[in-house]
DNA sequence: GTCTATAGTGCGATAGAC
DNA sequence: GTCTATCGCACTATAGAC
């Protein structure tokens, strides 16, 4: 058994938690009183919105389809939410301040500024593994926001930025690292990041998992760590 | 003068151009005659589709908008292309084979590897960085592509990673470079090259120039080349 | 070639029966 | 809570005057 299938099974959230959280912060605009149906039909309706998102963009995706995805009519959908923007939100503010979170939540145990940037890379590729679609859609669909939304946006891309970039410092008070600039490095980390679940495709096919990926982009950056200032 | 003026002012091809070659290519569906005229046109049409689409995605931009935006009725621009789905695919043929096309020409000249992926990485940037909305359609709205027009998308994507995969193993056939995967290496090269039109906000806070991001890309590259054996 | 006006379509959202 | 039926609207695309 791969780290990444004792993740899945052991650590990582389930879609019913996620909902359950999801439905309780939003009682107030959701229409569906019972608890449990509540989350039901959430789980479906996310997941539906979601899969449409990715293939078609979130903007293209029509109540309409996701009627259909989810075999609920469109009168039942404006159940959950209270109109396709708001359904955006919901998708945009529970997703966003997640990654961060758990990232934090689970670098508190590590020692070394190694085995710290190790685990947070580890992390984010096995988060973004099990919730691909909500990840891409995080970073395709950031565009319909409003003016306010769009701060956050940003604010948040440079809050998960922000913990390798601490890593990375950290490295260097303790003299294991050298770095030229570790705003680029940072940015670098994120960016081989998010190619991970925004090409998904072309890993499936070179057949690289989870595991594999995290531990090449862990080498990569080290390597440049400590090679960089020859 | 940095390096990159140089390429803007000497070397790089301008929006008229790009807009001639696509009007002799596309004569049967623009119903302009006078080429001036056509040129004149698309060139206004052409820009102000890519900044709607950078900034709120093609889908979501409406013919409105570009009439707005350009200052033709929307009847007008009917005269430049067949339909809406029609400009989306003139815009996609005409960028495709553009970016790989012009590396290969700038990389007949270079002598070793290592001048060549940092030539590549260099033209690339540079490339990206004057056309940058068109970067940005390319990759964010290749969805809304019909299933064959997919299939090429997919095709482009790996051509552009094959002339940094070519080059890599070069460098490995003459013993400069020492690479575990370079399939992987390849992606990774792609990846870093995106994020630089992907996410200009950011450079551009950040305050980092073409030619900069150009050469950490380049030492990044080649430290983990030289470094990850060990 | 470019305009204005409008036809035709498919969308988000709601009303009211069950 | 969920369904079916439908409203009003914004969109793409076209027709016909200039």
Known sequence: ????????????????????ALYRKNRNK????????????LQRVLQAALT?????GFHAMTLRDLSRATGLSTGALYSCFASKRDLHRILWEQGVLF??????DRLRNTASPVERLREAIRCHIYL????SSWFCFLYMDARNLSRMEKGKAIRNEMATERIFHAILMD???????????GCLTAAAIKALLQ????????????KVTPDTYAEYVA????ASINGMSR
């Open 1 to 20: 058994m791969s780290e990444f299938d004792r993740f899945q099974r052991e650590q990582a959230p389930s879609w019913e938690d996620i909902c359950r």
């Open 30 to 41: 959701i229409r569906i009183k019972k608890e449990e149906v509540a989350v039901r039909n």
């Open 52 to 56: 449409l998102s990715r293939s078609k």
């Open 99 to 104: 990654t961060v979170r758990y990232l934090r």
């Open 128 to 131: 973004s593994e099990m919730f």
């Open 171 to 181: 490295g260097m008070r303790s003299g294991e690292f050298v770095i030229q600039d």
């Open 195 to 206: 190619d991970w679940y925004l090409k998904r495709w072309k890993y499936r096919r070179l």
């Open 219 to 222: 080498q990569l950056v080290l």
